[in-house]
């Protein structure tokens, strides 16, 4: 184990490596480790290299807690071969994570090649490179991601076709997990433009937040911590299992249905309008 200030560095069961933040008490990619979970949960499950293979004009992906850069490197070495332009805005408070992990790279094992275009974000917070035949530009915001999207200035953000939204616990992080940040988010969208959002959470309380956002909502990938985890997105035909009656009716039986409206944890059971609006969505109305 090898420890810094605000991180650790930590051994998984399966023998591969990730960070633990000391101070949240939480480890990155648990159970099976940065790449093997990055490569689920968005690689394959946004069907990320067959999209980049038919995209015309820039591919856009707004990754929603950068952290110590898994998700991105990963997506970058998959897509590898894939000609065409891609456009990544990363997203964190910190850049601490990730300068901890460069300084990890053979245990962590997923920035061979990537190291100078890591340095260059973190030296000036935009980095330009090949990546194969693929041109890359990955710009880093900086500041509290809630507080980034209710600027106005977000509206100038170029639209994304993926996201990737990997925030701490609803438990631990309960403003990236409220019910007007993702309805902020839906409204950021270019309806005509389709883009995905997968995240780990299965939570009953995530699936209504992002239902009452206006996204449609889908079962997703397993990964080897859970065996099920979500995808949204403004467009019906990028989610392959959309969550049907059978979930509405569990839905309304849960102890934990009402969504976070406030940034602080709670666990409810649905109120009598949650559940009058989410009847009236399109996924359950029959309105498509």
């Keep these: 184990m090898s420890r810094g200030s605000e991180y650790e560095l930590v051994q998984l069961a399966n023998g591969s490596y990730s960070l633990r933040s000391v101070e949240e008490d939480e480890t990155f ?8 979970e990055a490569e689920a949960l968005y690689v394959r499950q946004l069907k990320l290299v067959e999209r980049l293979r038919t995209h015309t004009g820039e591919f856009v992906i707004w990754d929603v807690g950068l952290g110590a850069a898994a998700n991105v490197l990963t997506a970058l070495r998959c897509s590898r071969s894939v000609p065409g332009k891609l456009l990544v805005l990363s997203f964190d408070h910190t850049l601490e ?8 790279a053979e245990p962590l094992r997923y920035f061979h090649h990537y190291e100078r275009a890591v340095e260059d974000l973190l030296d000036s917070g935009i980095a330009r490179f090949r990546n194969g035949p693929q041109e890359v530009e990955w710009r880093y915001l900086d500041g509290d991601f809630p507080t980034l999207v209710a600027d106005p200035s977000s509206a100038t ?25 993702f309805a902020s988010l839906h409204a950021l969208l270019d309806p005509a433009r389709p883009c995905a959002l997968p995240t780990y959470s299965r939570s009953t309380l995530l699936r ?41 009716a569990k839905a309304r039986r849960s102890t934990s249905a009402e969504p976070l409206w406030e940034p602080v944890y709670t666990q409810a059971r649905m109120s009598p ?16």
């Design 97 to 104: 994570p990730l300068r901890f992990a460069l300084k990890h």
């Design 29 to 36: 990619h648990p159970v099976i480790g940065p790449v093997a």
């Design 208 to 248: 209504v937040s992002l239902l009452l956002a206006g996204f449609f909502v889908g079962a997703g990938h397993a990964t080897g911590e859970k065996e099920e985890t979500t995808i949204a997105a403004n467009s019906l035909a990028l989610i392959d299992e959309p969550l049907d009656r059978h979930w509405l």
């Design 157 to 181: 953000w170029p639209k994304p076709d993926a996201i990737f939204f990997d925030a701490f616990s609803p438990a631990k992080n309960p403003e990236m997990w409220t019910q007007p940040l």
């Design 273 to 288: 309008s949650t559940w009058e609006r989410l009847l009236a969505h399109p996924q359950f109305s029959g309105s498509l």
